[in-house]
């Protein structure tokens, strides 16, 4: 049975109702050599045959091993009580509630989810609408463009590398200067930070921790900023949110986040959840959609769509963004994860995931060959240097059914053999033990 089931009588009447003659003649417009000779489809298969198949490819993932990956995305505990939640019918599709009247609960959930996270950040708005962590960091960079008419941006080598790329290509084609400033041996140089952002600094990109796992407090550099009347942009590990100095407590204008660590299984990457805040000062020049609580016309207490400045509601070239959307479900699933939590949960986890962090650098650095990277205190990561390439280690244990982490020299020359270690709450000590006891194992 053909994917589209229209008997040839529709599909006559169809063509005859637009004006053409045929199906081909739809594709008028593409030149024949541009058009594609045939479509290299297998037969079609059964139901039982069909699930077969995806068994089989399932079987090749390898589900069974100790990770110790982070870079951005972490594999902490997911209550059940989470997919439970999020799995009911209500929830089915995350599209934008344009009708109040017939939205009220996903309109109060994402209400909901950015008090939370306005709580955790300690910035004054939320929105729900963009993609993952990269994605917001280029719309706060953008906004901070938009809010100073200035082109130059001044961004921290420790902020995420992905992150950086993702910058460099969303700005490829725009008028800007992006002017990075080199980490210290995993440090963030706050130092040549503060000299960098000048008059013509329209803001300051940083993250905290920073990407090798070190924590900084970056409220003298947004004071500066601020006295050139700069913006300051911060990326933050939500989790860890709190127990560190918030966003909101160091100055920050625009706070933004990868969500994943709420709530979200690591999933092959993604769908994940881009938290974007900022001040009340800057929420004019946020991107999507903020749910605001106000009441009819009879004083009961309704949700509706405040802020709007997408392409579909104003002008095109007017809108703040072109490439954010409703990303109510993935939001929901954070509400969930952190009202399950509630804030002494959270800090346990963040605090457990340090305490396993700790033992494990200490472990390690015992073993002859292997010293940390830097001094800078860390959360949950951190940074070792090798005596061999970190390629070279995590191949011969990943094998074995460990992961040891991250290599560093995938993006930063001169670190091949420095490895990015990180710890959750899931992690046991023996796990930490073994870990310690394989990679002594190669390095000996």
Not at 69 to 76: E, Q, S, T, V
Not at 98 to 112: D, H, K, R
Not at 208 to 221: H, K
């Amino acid at each position: 049975m053909p994917y589209i089931p229209h008997t040839p009588e529709e599909t006559r009447q169809m063509l005859d109702t637009i004006g053409v003659s045929d199906i081909d003649a739809l594709f008028a417009d593409i030149a024949p050599a541009l058009r594609p000779k045939s479509f290299n489809l297998p037969d079609g298969l059964s139901e039982m045959e069909v699930m077969a198949h995806i068994e089989r490819l399932a079987e090749k993932n390898v589900v069974d091993v100790v990770s110790f990956l982070g870079a951005g995305f972490y594999d902490h505990h997911i209550p059940a009580a989470v997919d439970t939640l999020t799995n009911r019918g209500e929830f089915a599709t995350a599209y934008t509630p344009y009708q109040p009247e017939a939205s009220q609960g996903t309109l109060q959930a994402i209400f909901e989810y950015q008090t939370a996270i306005s709580r955790l950040f300690d910035m004054e708005c939320v929105n729900a609408s963009v993609y993952d962590g990269g994605s917001a960091i280029f719309e706060a960079m953008m906004m901070g463009v938009r809010a100073t008419k200035r082109k130059k941006l001044v961004i921290s080598e420790a902020l995420s590398p992905i992150y950086r790329i993702m910058l460099a290509s969303y700005t490829k084609n725009l008028k800007l200067d992006l002017v990075t400033v080199p980490h210290r041996d995993g440090s963030t140089d706050l130092d040549a930070l503060k000299a960098a952002v000048d008059s013509e600094t329209a803001a300051v990109v940083v993250q905290n921790p920073n990407f090798f796992g070190n924590v900084n407090d970056f409220t003298e550099l947004f004071d500066h900023a601020r006295s050139v009347k700069a913006k300051s942009v911060i990326s933050v590990y939500p989790v860890m949110q709190s127990i560190l100095k918030t966003p909101g407590e160091m100055g920050a204008d625009i706070a933004v986040a990868e969500g994943q660590s709420l709530g979200m299984p690591l999933s092959f990457g993604g769908p994940y959840l881009g938290i974007m805040t900022c001040t009340k000062k800057m929420v004019r020049q946020m991107p999507g959609r903020i749910v605001g609580r106000t009441v009819d016309t009879e004083g009961r207490t309704g949700y509706v769509l405040t802020l709007q400045a997408r392409e579909q509601h104003i002008r095109r070239q007017r809108a703040t963004s072109n490439i954010c959307s409703n990303q109510s479900l993935c939001a929901l699933r954070a509400l969930a994860y952190m009202g399950l939590l509630g804030p002494c949960g959270m800090q346990r986890v963040a605090e457990k995931s340090m305490e396993n962090a700790q033992y494990a650098a200490q472990r390690l650095t015992k073993i002859p060959g292997i010293s940390l990277l830097t001094d800078a205190p860390f959360c949950n990561e951190f940074a070792i240097r090798l005596p061999i390439p970190a390629y070279e280690l995590v191949d011969q244990l990943t094998e074995r059914g460990f992961v040891p982490g991250f290599p560093l020299g995938r993006y930063f020359k001169g670190l091949e053999n420095c490895l990015l270690v990180a710890c959750t709450e899931k992690h046991s000590r023996q796990d930490l033990g073994i870990l310690a006891e394989m990679v002594g194992g190669v390095i000996r």
